[in-house]
């Protein structure tokens, strides 16, 4: 899942997780869960809101989008009987700040908000 955070200056920046993790159907965990955590990077300006996007197409563009996107891609889900637990274990390191990717940000001397150095990887195991 993709999940826009706004900036107080109006900026938005983007972060990739797993979905369907907090809550089957409603949103609103995953986007609180990222908000709370969001200010753990340099995005540039304090985070005032998030939400889940409706696909992954508004987040095309971030810096480091298709690496998240494979690095996600990469990872095995277990189905059966090992669902509940691998669930589980996502939601907990979510819940610490893990489990989730984005770009580092700062400002430049012209005042630019830049993308720097390379994608932060929260994953566990």
């Known amino acids: 899942m993709a999940v826009e955070v706004r900036l107080e200056n109006q900026e938005r920046r983007y972060f ?4 369907r993790i907090q809550h089957a159907v409603d949103p609103r965990p995953l986007a609180e869960l990222i908000l709370r955590h ?62 989730r990717r984005s770009s580092t940000w700062v400002k430049d001397q012209a005042g630019q908000t830049r993308p720097i150095g390379k994608l932060h990887d929260t994953t566990v195991g």
């Open 16 to 19: 990739m997780t797993w979905g």
């Open 38 to 99: 969001a200010s753990m990077f340099g995005l540039g300006g304090q985070p005032t809101a998030a939400e889940v996007c409706p696909t992954l197409q508004a987040a095309r563009d971030a810096p480091y989008f298709f690496e998240a996107l494979i690095s996600f891609g990469r990872q095995t889900i277990p189905d059966g009987p090992d669902y509940a637990s691998w669930r589980a274990g996502r939601a907990e390191a979510m819940a610490r700040g893990e489990e």
